[in-house]
């Protein structure tokens, strides 16, 4: 009977509005974009040019399979301790990429800026190490 009619909620009507604007426009994008399309959240590079993290990914690709799994968990309402002890998983593998890319960043980025003295060298493992007792 109502072929064809599509509800929309105010909320999603906006967006849908403001989306039609921004690719319809001339106007300067809001924010940059990469290649696909995806939001860049800053431009800001802290050394002459940003390591690559691409080694973090299988770590981030792990904790994205877990969430997934986690989703299909709670959807088969599955038992509680069994979810908690996936979140945990999902959340050592979140952390751990997080501490590559930090680590990372102090080989290269700090590194750089204290001028690679064989003194920031040392003060940089130090750090390091120390990252390595942090949970």
């Not at 929309?8 to 967006?15: A, I, P, R, S």
């Not at 300067?28 to 995806?38: C, H, I, M």
């Not at 509680?80 to 593998?93: D, G, K, M, V």
Request: one cysteine or more.
């Amino acid at each position: 009977m109502f072929q064809g009619l599509h509800l929309q909620t105010k909320k999603q009507k906006n967006f849908d509005i403001f989306h039609d604007f921004i690719r319809n426009s001339r106007a300067v994008a809001l924010w940059p974009t990469d290649d696909y399309g995806s939001r860049i959240m800053s431009l800001k590079k802290c050394c002459n040019t940003n390591p690559s993290h691409k080694t973090s990914m299988p770590r981030l690709n792990r904790a994205i399979g877990q969430l997934e799994g986690i989703k299909r968990m709670i959807e088969g309402n599955r038992y509680c301790l069994e979810i908690l002890t996936q979140l945990r998983a999902a959340c050592t593998a979140i952390k751990m990429a997080e501490k590559e890319i930090f680590k990372r960043h102090l080989e290269s980025c700090v590194a750089d800026s204290f001028g690679n003295t064989k003194e920031s060298a040392k003060k940089i493992a130090e750090i390091k190490e120390m990252l390595d007792f942090i949970n």
